[in-house]
C-alpha cells in the first residue's frame, strides 16, 4: 500500500541515556574547571601556587559509566582544592581573632589545620579539675568561631568573649557557638542536596530546567526542595522526548541520503521546528515530505513539485516510495529505532499534493532567517 502514511516511533532509551550521560559529565566538568581555576587563583593569593588541574577528556562514544568515573574523579580532585583554599581561610580568620587576644593568652593557643576540623592545644590539654582560668578559655572559643561563615555574627561574638567577666559565660557562648555550627552544616548538607539535583540537569538548555534550577537555587526547606525535584525531573522527561525527536529526525536524514534521496542542509532544522520537510527522489518531479510531530510520530507522503498533472507517473512515484520508506524503517530498526506503521492510504483515495519547489526553498529559507533574526513566523 502507498498513499500518505504514519508512524510511531519507539526510540531504545538506553543510548539517548547514555548520551545523556556524556552530555551532563562533560558540562559538571566545564563547570568543575571554571571553579578549580579560580580556586587556584585564591591559594596563590596565599602564596600556594598550584596549577589546575587538566579537563578529562570524555568520548562522544563513551559509556555511562566511564562518563560518572571520569567525573567522580574529576570531582574528588576539585574537591581537595577546595578544602585546601577552606582550611587556609579558617586559619587566617583564627589569626585575625587571636590578634585581638591578649599576648599571654594568645601564645597558648595552637590550631591545627591539617583537618577540617580546627583543634586547640592550650585547651585539649586542660583537665576537668584543672583551676577555672577565664583567659584561657578564649582558647576555645577561637576554633569555633573561625568556623562561622557569617563575618559580622563571628565579630560580634568574638567582642563578647573578650568582654566576658567569667568562664561561665565563655562556656555559654560556646554552647551558642556550637548550635549556631550544628544549623550552619545542616543548611550547607541542604543547599549540598539541592547543587547536586541541579547537577543532574546541567547538560539541559531548556525553560523548563532554566524554571527548575531557580526553584531549588531559593528553596528553604525540605519542601521546596521536593517540589524543585519534581520540575528537574519533569525538565529531564521533557528534554529526553526533545532528544529521541532529534534523534529520529537526524537518523531519518542520514538513511534518506543514503537511500539516493536529497536532504538540504536545513532539513533537520525545519524538521526539529516542526515545518514539512521535502527529500527529493531520483525523479525530480516529485518528492518524499515528512513531518515529525511533538507526539512522536512521522506523518509522510509523496507530493509532485512540477506543475503538470500525469495520474500515471504519480502513482509510481508513490509506488517507488513506498518501497523506499520500508527501507528506511528496515535501517532506522539498526539504529534501534523503530517505526510502527499507524496509519496509511492507497494511491488515488487522496489526491497528490502539489509543491512547487522554488516556492518552497524560499518558503524555508524564510523561516531560517526569522528564527535568526529571532522574529516570529
Not at 528553596?219 to 525527536?245: N, T
Not at 518528492?287 to 507530493?303: A, I, K, P
Request: proline share 3%; charged share 25%; aromatic share 4%.
Amino acid at each position: 500500500m502507498s498513499g500518505p502514511k504514519g508512524y510511531a516511533w519507539e526510540v531504545a532509551q538506553e543510548e539517548l541515556r547514555r548520551q545523556a550521560a556524556v552530555s551532563n559529565a562533560r558540562a559538571r566538568i566545564a563547570m568543575l574547571r571554571d571553579e578549580a581555576r579560580a580556586v587556584c587563583a585564591a591559594l596563590a593569593a596565599w602564596g600556594d601556587v598550584r596549577t589546575a588541574p587538566e579537563r578529562p577528556s570524555i568520548a562522544a562514544s563513551a559509556s555511562s559509566a566511564d562518563a560518572g568515573e571520569a567525573l567522580a574523579s574529576f570531582e574528588a580532585t576539585v574537591a581537595a582544592l577546595r578544602d585546601d583554599l577552606g582550611h587556609r581561610e579558617r586559619a587566617a580568620v583564627a589569626a585575625r581573632l587571636i590578634s585581638s587576644i591578649p599576648e599571654t593568652v594568645a601564645g597558648s593557643i595552637a590550631l591545627d589545620w591539617t583537618s577540617a576540623k580546627a583543634e586547640t592545644t592550650g585547651a585539649s590539654q586542660r583537665t576537668a579539675g584543672s583551676a577555672a582560668d577565664t583567659t584561657m578559655e578564649l582558647a576555645d572559643v577561637v576554633p569555633l568561631l573561625s568556623q562561622v561563615d557569617d563575618e559580622t555574627l563571628r565579630e560580634r561574638w568574638m567582642g563578647n568573649a573578650l568582654a566576658a567577666t567569667g568562664s561561665s559565660a565563655l562556656a555559654g557562648l560556646c554552647r551558642e557557638v556550637r548550635g549556631h555550627l550544628v544549623q550552619q552544616r545542616r543548611v550547607a548538607a541542604f543547599r549540598q542536596r539541592c547543587a547536586r539535583v541541579i547537577e543532574g540537569i546541567a547538560d539541559i538548555a531548556s525553560p523548563q530546567a532554566d524554571a527548575a534550577r531557580r526553584m531549588l537555587h531559593s528553596a528553604v526547606d525540605e519542601s521546596g526542595l521536593a517540589e524543585g525535584a519534581s520540575a528537574a525531573r519533569r525538565a529531564r522527561a521533557a528534554w529526553e522526548r526533545h532528544a529521541a525527536r532529534q534523534h529520529v529526525i537526524t537518523q531519518t536524514a542520514a538513511v534518506l541520503a543514503e537511500l539516493g534521496h536529497t536532504v538540504d542542509e536545513g532539513f533537520v532544522v525545519d524538521a526539529l521546528e516542526g515545518d514539512f520537510v521535502i527529500a527529493g527522489t531520483a525523479d525530480p518531479r516529485y518528492g518524499l515530505q515528512l513531518r515529525f510531530t511533538d507526539r512522536g510520530q512521522m506523518l509522510t507522503n509523496t507530493v509532485a513539485l512540477a506543475e503538470s498533472a500525469d495520474p500515471g507517473a504519480d502513482r509510481q512515484a508513490e509506488e517507488s516510495e513506498c518501497e523506499a520508506l520500508g527501507e528506511l524503517s528496515r535501517r532506522l530498526g539498526e539504529s534501534r529505532i523503530e517505526l510502527v506503521r499507524t496509519h496509511a492510504v492507497a494511491p488515488g483515495v487522496v489526491a497528490m499534493e502539489r509543491r512547487v519547489r522554488p516556492a518552497t526553498t524560499r518558503e524555508s529559507e524564510r523561516r531560517r532567517r526569522s528564527r535568526s533574526e529571532g522574529t516570529i513566523r
